[in-house]
């Protein structure tokens, strides 16, 4: 499976922009790139995907490399909800199996 | 309102006495599976369930067993827990007609230690 890199924690104050890096220089043309994040004491939440071109819903946008081997979480104003871990994911769009690998993911803090 | 809910969310437990968790979501959803969480080792996919009476072995499932006897529940059973299956494990749904690329539903988890 093609694995990512995330870095291990960032920082952010309340009501500025956050903008979370993935590196997947080993994806395929059918990998689509999640991004799920976990609050303290809760299970993981979906936040965005995207294939190639990049993404915008009411929770952040995603953009994407063009050349896909890397991707950028945006959240355009912090709040102190979004601490959490932040977890950048690849699944394989053209089979059935449904597995979702998480890596370690990034841990946000945000300053008051 | 729409959930995916375990039970129990603690459970403290012995080796070898047989438990179950329990997982029910009320989306009529058809994908089911479930994860462990361990330090270090992020997420990992368990047993899953792409409908009813099929379901298929994810990466650990040494240990386990799952069945789908219907659409909205899809117990994890430990015939004989052991100590390394004290984790942190989370149960999700998928709405159907959405494939591999479809938002993931978690439950809020169940804590099993096994003494």
Request: net charge neutral.
């Given at each position: 499976?093609?694995?990512?890199?995330?870095?291990?924690?960032?920082e952010s104050n309340e009501e500025e922009p956050v903008h979370l890096p993935c590196n997947h220089s080993t994806i395929s043309g059918t990998d689509y790139i999640h991004w799920y994040r976990q609050l303290p004491s809760q299970g993981p939440e979906y936040v965005i995907h995207g294939l190639t071109s990049n993404v915008n819903n009411r929770m952040a946008s995603l953009a994407i490399a063009e050349d896909r081997k890397s991707s950028?979480?945006?959240?355009?104003?912090?709040?102190?909800?979004?601490?959490?871990?932040?977890?950048?994911?690849?699944?394989?769009?053209?089979?059935?199996?449904?597995?979702?690998?998480?890596?370690?993911?990034?841990?946000?803090?945000?300053?008051? | 309102e729409a959930q995916v809910t375990q039970n129990p969310r603690y459970l403290i437990t012995v080796t070898g006495k047989k438990l179950t968790v329990?997982?029910?979501?009320?989306?009529?959803?058809?994908?089911?599976?479930?994860?462990?969480?361990?330090?270090?080792?992020?997420?990992?996919?368990?047993?899953?369930?792409?409908?009813?009476?099929?379901?298929?072995?994810?990466?650990?499932?040494?240990?386990?067993?799952?069945s789908r006897k219907e659409k909205r529940n899809f117990p994890l059973i430990l015939e004989s827990p052991s100590p390394n299956q004290t984790s942190l494990y989370f149960c999700a749904s998928r709405p159907p007609g959405t494939g591999n690329t479809g938002e993931l539903f978690f439950g809020e988890g169940s804590r099993l230690t096994v003494l």
């Open positions: 499976d093609a694995k990512t890199t995330q870095p291990n924690s960032m950028t979480l945006i959240l355009h104003r912090a709040t102190l909800r979004d601490a959490a871990v932040y977890y950048c994911i690849l699944r394989d769009g053209s089979t059935s199996y449904g597995k979702l690998t998480f890596g370690q993911g990034t841990i946000l803090t945000v300053h008051p | 329990t997982c029910s979501q009320n989306m009529n959803h058809e994908y089911m599976s479930w994860y462990r969480q361990d330090p270090g080792l992020g997420l990992r996919q368990i047993y899953y369930s792409m409908n009813v009476e099929v379901t298929d072995k994810g990466d650990v499932p040494e240990g386990y067993k799952v």
